[in-house]
Protein backbone atom coordinates (compact mmCIF):
# COMPACT_ATOMS: atom_id res chain seq x y z
CA UNK A 1 0.00 0.00 0.00
CA UNK A 2 1.05 3.63 -0.32
CA UNK A 3 3.01 5.34 2.05
CA UNK A 4 0.38 8.43 2.57
CA UNK A 5 -2.06 5.67 3.98
CA UNK A 6 -2.32 2.51 6.42
CA UNK A 7 -4.96 0.51 7.12
CA UNK A 8 -5.23 -2.09 10.15
CA UNK A 9 -8.14 -4.67 9.80
CA UNK A 10 -9.37 -6.74 13.48
CA UNK A 11 -12.41 -8.98 13.82
CA UNK A 12 -14.41 -7.76 16.27
CA UNK A 13 -17.50 -10.30 17.09
CA UNK A 14 -17.11 -11.61 13.54
CA UNK A 15 -17.60 -8.09 11.65
CA UNK A 16 -14.35 -7.43 10.11
CA UNK A 17 -13.33 -3.24 11.76
CA UNK A 18 -10.79 -1.86 9.21
CA UNK A 19 -9.16 1.41 10.80
CA UNK A 20 -7.25 3.53 8.06
CA UNK A 21 -4.66 6.41 9.22
CA UNK A 22 -3.06 8.77 7.19
CA UNK A 23 -4.29 10.33 3.71
CA UNK A 24 -6.24 8.82 0.62
CA UNK A 25 -5.97 10.70 -2.13
CA UNK A 26 -5.65 9.60 -6.05
CA UNK A 27 -2.57 7.74 -5.60
CA UNK A 28 -3.79 5.03 -3.41
CA UNK A 29 -7.70 4.94 -3.51
CA UNK A 30 -7.95 1.64 -5.66
CA UNK A 31 -5.19 0.45 -3.38
CA UNK A 32 -7.09 0.84 -0.29
CA UNK A 33 -10.09 -0.12 -2.08
CA UNK A 34 -8.84 -3.62 -3.18
CA UNK A 35 -7.61 -4.26 0.71
CA UNK A 36 -11.04 -3.12 2.00
CA UNK A 37 -13.03 -5.29 -0.20
CA UNK A 38 -11.02 -8.51 0.13
CA UNK A 39 -11.03 -7.64 3.62
CA UNK A 40 -14.79 -9.44 3.75
CA UNK A 41 -15.68 -12.62 3.65
CA UNK A 42 -18.71 -13.65 2.24
CA UNK A 43 -19.79 -15.32 5.60
CA UNK A 44 -19.88 -11.87 7.56
CA UNK A 45 -22.74 -8.73 7.43
CA UNK A 46 -20.30 -6.36 6.54
CA UNK A 47 -17.51 -3.94 7.21
CA UNK A 48 -16.69 -1.21 9.23
CA UNK A 49 -14.56 1.92 8.01
CA UNK A 50 -13.21 3.92 10.83
CA UNK A 51 -12.22 6.72 9.38
CA UNK A 52 -11.05 8.39 12.79
CA UNK A 53 -7.42 8.53 12.06
CA UNK A 54 -7.10 10.02 8.84
CA UNK A 55 -6.27 13.28 7.59
CA UNK A 56 -7.11 13.84 4.27
CA UNK A 57 -9.51 12.75 1.62
CA UNK A 58 -9.98 13.64 -1.44
CA UNK A 59 -12.53 12.95 -4.40
CA UNK A 60 -10.96 9.38 -5.26
CA UNK A 61 -11.20 8.42 -1.45
CA UNK A 62 -15.08 9.76 -1.72
CA UNK A 63 -15.85 7.80 -4.72
CA UNK A 64 -13.96 4.66 -3.53
CA UNK A 65 -16.37 4.52 -0.17
CA UNK A 66 -19.68 4.66 -2.69
CA UNK A 67 -17.66 1.45 -5.00
CA UNK A 68 -17.14 -0.35 -1.59
CA UNK A 69 -20.54 0.33 -0.61
CA UNK A 70 -22.36 -0.75 -4.02
CA UNK A 71 -19.56 -4.00 -3.89
CA UNK A 72 -20.88 -4.93 -0.49
CA UNK A 73 -24.70 -4.12 -0.98
CA UNK A 74 -24.37 -6.53 -4.28
CA UNK A 75 -23.37 -9.15 -1.71
CA UNK A 76 -26.28 -8.09 0.91
CA UNK A 77 -23.11 -6.85 3.04
CA UNK A 78 -23.30 -3.77 4.78
CA UNK A 79 -20.87 -0.90 5.28
CA UNK A 80 -20.81 1.44 7.88
CA UNK A 81 -18.41 4.52 8.73
CA UNK A 82 -16.94 5.62 12.04
CA UNK A 83 -15.80 9.29 11.99
CA UNK A 84 -16.71 11.69 14.94
CA UNK A 85 -18.91 14.13 14.23
CA UNK A 86 -16.72 17.05 15.45
CA UNK A 87 -14.18 15.59 12.84
CA UNK A 88 -12.67 17.53 9.84
CA UNK A 89 -13.77 15.09 7.49
CA UNK A 90 -17.04 15.04 8.39
CA UNK A 91 -17.61 17.89 6.43
CA UNK A 92 -16.31 16.24 2.95
CA UNK A 93 -18.58 13.31 3.68
CA UNK A 94 -21.75 15.55 4.18
CA UNK A 95 -20.91 17.68 1.24
CA UNK A 96 -20.52 14.18 -0.91
CA UNK A 97 -23.60 13.00 0.77
CA UNK A 98 -21.71 9.76 1.22
CA UNK A 99 -24.22 9.35 4.51
CA UNK A 100 -26.87 9.22 2.31
CA UNK A 101 -25.84 6.18 1.54
CA UNK A 102 -23.97 4.34 4.27
CA UNK A 103 -24.44 4.99 7.89
CA UNK A 104 -21.77 6.86 9.65
CA UNK A 105 -21.44 6.48 13.03
CA UNK A 106 -19.18 8.38 15.86
CA UNK A 107 -17.63 5.35 17.29
CA UNK A 108 -16.58 1.34 16.34
CA UNK A 109 -18.58 0.21 19.46
CA UNK A 110 -22.13 2.19 18.12
CA UNK A 111 -21.32 0.84 14.19
CA UNK A 112 -20.96 -2.65 15.90
CA UNK A 113 -24.22 -2.44 17.51
CA UNK A 114 -25.71 -1.06 14.47
CA UNK A 115 -24.39 -3.80 12.52
CA UNK A 116 -25.28 -6.68 14.57
CA UNK A 117 -28.42 -5.60 15.15
CA UNK A 118 -29.27 -5.04 11.36
CA UNK A 119 -28.32 -8.97 10.34
Do not use: C, W
Not at 32 to 46: P, Q
Not at 52 to 69: F, H, I, P, Q, R
Amino acid sequence: MNLLAEMTVRLENGVPVARLDGEIDLSNANAIGAELFSAVSNAVVGLIVDLTGLTYLDSAGVKLLYELNTRLQHRRQQLRIVLPEKAGLRRVLTLAQIDSVVAIDETVDEGLEQIRGQS
